[in-house]
């Protein structure tokens, strides 16, 4: 008989994730000299200050490239210093540093944040024409490297920095403390930590070692925030405080949506808002963008539906002018409800340009790779990744998809590396709760834990919601009674029934009540 997870086991297996970090305290982050290029950067950078050459920061759509913008160009904002600023319009820019930008911007010295390393014709364009590039970015270092004045980049086989797994923002962050040092100024570096907490979250960097501190010490600030754009988020949403689960589900989407729907460079403004007056005006603008997205989502992904193949091991789904800032939504959404990985295009002039999802253990982007001799392009990882081909090859890379997708196993497909195992329901109580809260923010290499219940008994059970696609349901076993509920459930239940369950705990805040709530994950 499996044992069941007393409070105990629980605590054990969540502090042994930890055993081996370093970093347990904003004054043992490392220093930026470790950096590869740091110097080199920093230095140009003092120069043209120093000088009045004209500087441009290049950043990036989503959230990580929207929060580095903001950091760099706050502390110029700050000392004193004149920029430009661009971040690139997902419809009409495309990805990260392009030709036709650097033409676009009059700058004797060219930053980018959370871009550029792929970005080898612009670097060329700017050596030819006596423009310093200095790239600062996080992301995997492709086979052929621009020749860029300086690349500040923690993936760099020769960096030296001892954590290659930090965002964006983050490397933007070390510059600025680079810059200060150099300066030889006082400036707070903590006053970004707000910022940064969102970053690495919203990025899905994982959350040991000094990501966790970060992002510990970096919720703590959001709370205490004196930035109008926070405090118009907790007026507009009447929240007291706000959590880690508020960064996923609330913050990160409002900020990603207008670089999704229309241009980032909304949710810049928002950010660097002055007043509480401009936050709430400019927050009002990207809720309706967000509302705008989600409505987009659900169309899209009804739409989708068509394309699920029950015999398939992934799903494979186009069509056109499908809205490009949603297809990865999209595709996450689908990959989440059928367990199998998902693609999903947008056909536009003869391209097809997708978003991919894995799921459990599925590397999805090996999966795209091995059809690599009919595709445009492809980049990401493990779990997600991006795809470009000709309209015309979409069928031919649907089935050869399938045919590579038929090695994949159910196991393979449905693992859940954040199940701790089965649980005793008398251990599902207050106390359980508060050990769970030690242990966060959860998310990469610290995820959320998930538990078991099995054969529990249904007491009541009802359906919610406008569609009523929601279930709520009490389970009893003994004297243990729990609420639950089930998000777009996916399986029958009635009352009487015995069932095993996989699901999470939250807190039930119900006039000042606190109880556990599960949230059921699956009927297994």
Request: one cysteine or more; proline letters at 3%.
């Amino acid at each position: 008989m499996t044992k069941k997870l007393n409070k105990e086991d629980i605590r054990s297996i969540l502090s042994s994730r930890f055993e081996s970090d370093t970093c347990t305290k904003l004054e043992t982050l490392p220093g930026p000299q470790s950096f590869k290029d740091m110097k080199k950067a920093t230095k140009r950078i003092v120069k043209a200050i120093k000088n009045d050459e004209r500087i441009a920061i290049a950043g990036d759509y989503d959230v990580d490239g929207v929060i580095a913008s903001v950091i760099l160009s706050t502390f110029f904002d700050d000392i004193g210093i004149e920029y430009e600023l661009v971040i690139p319009n997902r419809f009409s820019d495309g990805y990260g540093l392009s030709l036709g930008i650097v033409k676009r911007l009059d700058a004797k010295v060219i930053i980018t944040v959370d871009n550029g390393i792929s970005a080898v014709e612009p670097a060329l364009y700017c050596k030819q024409n006596d423009i310093d590039l200095i790239i600062t970015d996080h992301h995997s270092i492709p086979s052929v490297v621009p020749d860029a004045y300086a690349i500040v980049n923690p993936k760099q086989e020769d960096c030296a920095f001892p954590n290659c797994e930090i965002c964006g923002a983050q490397v933007a962050w070390y510059l600025v403390a680079s810059l200060k040092k150099e300066l030889e100024m006082d400036y707070d570096l903590s006053g970004f930590l707000e910022l940064l907490c969102i970053s690495i979250m919203a990025d899905m960097m994982q959350l040991t070692d000094m990501n966790r501190v970060m992002v510990k010490k970096g919720i703590l600030a959001l709370n205490r925030s004196k930035r109008p754009a926070f405090e118009a988020i907790k007026r507009f949403f009447s929240k007291k405080s706000l959590q880690s689960d508020d960064i996923s589900f609330l913050i990160a989407p409002l900020i990603n949506s207008s670089g999704r729907m229309e241009d980032a460079k909304f949710s810049y403004n928002f950010l660097k808002s002055k007043t509480l007056d401009v936050a709430m005006e400019r927050l009002e603008y990207i809720v309706d963008l967000n509302n705008s997205r989600k409505d987009e989502e659900k169309m899209l992904f009804e739409d989708s539906l068509r394309y699920v193949n029950e015999e398939e091991n992934v799903i494979i789904a186009w069509g056109e002018e499908w809205h490009e800032g949603i297809v990865g939504i999209v595709a996450s959404r689908l990959s989440k409800r059928f367990k199998k990985p998902a693609i999903v295009f947008s056909i536009k002039e003869g391209k097809a340009k997708g978003s991919a999802r894995g799921i459990g253990d599925v590397d999805i982007l090996s999966l795209i790779q091995s059809q690599q001799d009919i595709l445009l392009g492809f980049g990401g990882h493990k779990g997600a990744a991006g795809v470009l081909l000709k309209q015309k090859n979409l069928e031919s890379f649907r089935d050869r998809m399938y045919v590579a997708a038929k090695s994949l196993n159910k196991a393979q497909m449905r693992l859940n590396l954040d199940t701790l195992g089965v649980i005793d329901p008398a251990s599902i109580d207050f106390e359980l709760l508060e050990i769970l809260e030690e242990f966060e923010p959860y998310g990469q290499k610290n995820p959320k834990p998930s538990f078991i219940l099995k054969g529990i008994s249904v007491k009541v059970e009802r359906k919610l919601g406008k569609e009523k696609n929601h279930l709520k349901l009490i389970l009893q076993e003994g004297s243990s009674t729990l609420e639950s509920i089930f998000f777009n459930f996916d399986k029958e239940v009635k009352r009487g029934d015995k069932i095993d369950i996989l699901f999470t705990l939250s807190k039930n805040d119900y006039r000042g009540l606190v109880t556990p709530q599960l949230m059921i994950k699956e009927i297994i």
